[in-house]
Every structure is written in C-alpha cells, then in structure tokens.
C-alpha cells in the first residue's frame, strides 16, 4: 500500500496563477481532508469529504475549492493564488486502526510558495 | 470558541528521561484525543487515541492520560532517546460520522544525547 500520496512535492507560483493539488488514498477510506500548515499557527483544516460526492468546508476554506473524484481522490485547487497561500498543504485520509479506533494518515505534503 | 493549547513551543530533556507534554483544551467536550509525532519536511503520524471515559493509554514507552474535568492530557515518553526529538500533536475530535479533527499548534521536543 503506498498510503496517502500527493503530487505536486512542491510548486511555486505567481500571484493570480491557478494550480491544483492532487490526493490519492490506496486505503479504501471514506473520509479525506485538506490541511495547510505555517509556522506558528499548526494544522488548520480547509475542506474535508467525509463521503464520496459531498464536500464541506473547514476552518479555512476561502480561496480554495475542491473536488472528490471518487473515492480514491481527493482535489484541492487555488484558481487565483495569492502570497498568503504560500504553505504546507497536507491530504489526509480517516480509517480504523486495529484495536484503536478512528485516525488520519497523512501524505508527505505539498510545499508552495506564492510570489 | 474551540480553543486547544499545548503547553510549550520546545521543550528540551536529556536522553533516558521521561518527556511529559501538554495539551489543554477550552470549550470542546471531545469524544476522543489523539496524538500525532511530525519529523520535519514530512506529514504527521498517528502514535495514541484515547476516548473520553478512557484515564490512561500505553504503547510501549508512550504514555497518554486524559482528564475531562481538568479538561487536559498529558502525553510521556519514558526513557527518552535522541530518536524521539520530533514535533507532537494533540488533535481533538468530538465524534460523528466525519472524524473531523481540531489540532494544537504542537511541541518541539528535542532529546539531548
């Protein structure tokens, strides 16, 4: 299994330039989420689809939208990015851990920098 | 509003001591806490849940307590080792068919050999 993947590894952009980050689970997971990270102010949700073909919106979600493919993916896109943008972007999938309960696997992330 | 607070930015102990990090939180009944380990450049990975009528959880040198009336965890790392320097996450969820998490802003630990 390789997980949750994310592609681009990292991307930089101009402000007003439009992108989409990509998200694929392997997991078989209904739930799959959208987090940005900076410094200084930790994981912050943008959008999560807690099913395939609904989406809803997070904590952050402005200047963001998103688009669940199917049940495997799971899109974020920037249509005008700004420098206030520039972030780690991470996807992350919820499943059943063995004797645990309910949690996240995360991807590797996507580093973007707006200039 | 929801507001999660871990009580350092860094923290910094010496090799074979127990690490013990804080999380705090305000206006959330949770039905479970869990902690996530960072490495730098890399996504967060789940170590430990605990549920809301749960006092203690272990996993090998990991130890997790949950108190709801002090509205707190406490996250330990028995004899610590250099291995162990890492960011720490304390996520909070308050359940439903989402499994939507709130998470603090973490804690540097770094292990000093």
């Known amino acids: 299994n390789a997980g949750v993947t994310q592609t681009p590894k990292f991307q930089v952009l101009k402000t007003g330039q439009s992108m989409t980050l990509q998200c694929a689970q392997d997991?078989?997971?209904?739930?799959m989420y959208w987090y940005r990270q900076d410094p200084g102010m930790g994981l912050r949700l943008i959008y999560y689809?807690?099913?395939?073909?609904?989406?809803d919106k997070g904590e952050v979600p402005n200047g963001y939208n998103v688009s669940r493919l199917n049940k495997r993916e799971f899109s974020l896109r920037l249509e005008s990015a700004a420098p206030s943008q520039t972030s780690v972007y991470f996807c992350?999938?919820?499943?059943?851990?063995?004797?645990?309960?309910?949690?996240?696997?995360f991807g590797p992330g996507t580093r973007l920098l707006v200039l | 509003s929801q507001k999660i607070e871990q009580n350092s930015e860094a923290l910094n102990i010496q090799e074979g001591k127990t690490a013990t990090l804080t999380c705090n939180y305000t206006?959330?009944?949770?039905?479970?806490l869990q902690w996530y380990r960072q490495d730098p450049g890399r996504g967060p990975v789940f170590l430990l849940l605990?549920?809301?009528?749960?006092k203690e959880k272990r996993k090998e040198r990991l130890k997790v307590t949950f108190d709801t009336t002090l509205k707190q965890s406490l996250f330990h790392i028995t004899a610590s080792q250099p291995a162990d320097s890492a960011t720490y996450l304390c996520?909070?969820?308050?359940?439903?068919?989402?499994?939507?998490?709130?998470f603090g802003k973490g804690t540097l630990l770094t292990v000093n050999p």
């Open positions: 997991m078989n997971h209904n739930s």
């Open positions: 206006n959330y009944s949770p039905a479970y």
């Open positions: 996520a909070l969820s308050s359940g439903g068919s989402n499994y939507k998490l709130t």
């Open positions: 605990i549920r809301e009528n749960e």
């Open positions: 689809s807690a099913s395939e073909g609904t989406t």
């Open positions: 992350a999938s919820n499943g059943k851990t063995s004797g645990t309960g309910e949690t996240q696997y």
